[in-house]
């Protein structure tokens, strides 16, 4: 996926990152921007619990990115991430998180990223539910996945982020 992909190729580089992890769920197009949790979940008649924020943020120490996908419920303690880390993080900005994943916020999917992201955490609440909703690359493009198949799929590790 280079630098320059258009909206129109980033939810089919997701489906095809779906695909290949073979995960059976279809990227689906909604008529409404889902930018906010609130959004996605009023569009699509969800729990707001049930949409996934996919969060970009390096550490402090390296600059490596953090992708902490969140339950669309909660705010990220991002003291819970540094516990995990043993070190610092800070909140990426829209430049590092475009260069990293190849997509812009408010629509960064949790997989299919330009670059490899090896340090994933997984909000514990989205666990409460069997299925959850993703952001597919656009602001108005998603995904239905089990909640085990986003942890099996990302490798992330599942924490309390309160």
């Known amino acids: 996926m280079d630098q320059n992909q258009t909206s129109a190729q980033s ?10 992890h073979g995960v059976d769920c279809a990227v689906i197009e909604l ?3 889902v930018r906010t949790a609130s959004d996605a979940a009023a569009e699509i008649g969800c729990d707001i ?3 996934v924020k996919s969060l970009i943020y390096k550490t402090q120490s390296t600059g ?3 992708l902490v996908l969140v339950s669309g419920l ?12 043993g070190g610092e993080v800070t909140k990426a900005n829209a430049d590092f998180a475009r260069d990293f994943t190849g997509f812009a916020i408010g629509g960064i ?3 299919g990223h330009k670059k490899s992201i090896k340090l994933i955490f997984i909000d514990k609440a989205l666990m409460e539910f069997d299925n959850v909703w993703a952001a597919a690359g656009t602001p108005n493009t998603v995904f239905n ?4 198949d986003l942890v099996a799929m990302t490798n992330g590790t599942v924490i309390s982020i309160k």
């Not at 939810?11 to 290949?20: F, G, H, N, R, T």
């Not at 990220?76 to 516990?83: D, I, P, W």
């Open 145 to 148: 996945i089990k909640s085990t």
């Open 74 to 85: 909660n705010r990220l303690n991002e003291r819970s991430v540094e516990h995990q880390l």
């Open 109 to 111: 999917p949790p997989v």
């Open 11 to 20: 939810a089919p580089s997701v489906q095809k990152a779906l695909e290949k």
């Open 31 to 33: 008529p409404g921007s």
């Open 49 to 51: 619990g049930q949409i």
């Open 64 to 66: 490596q990115p953090v």
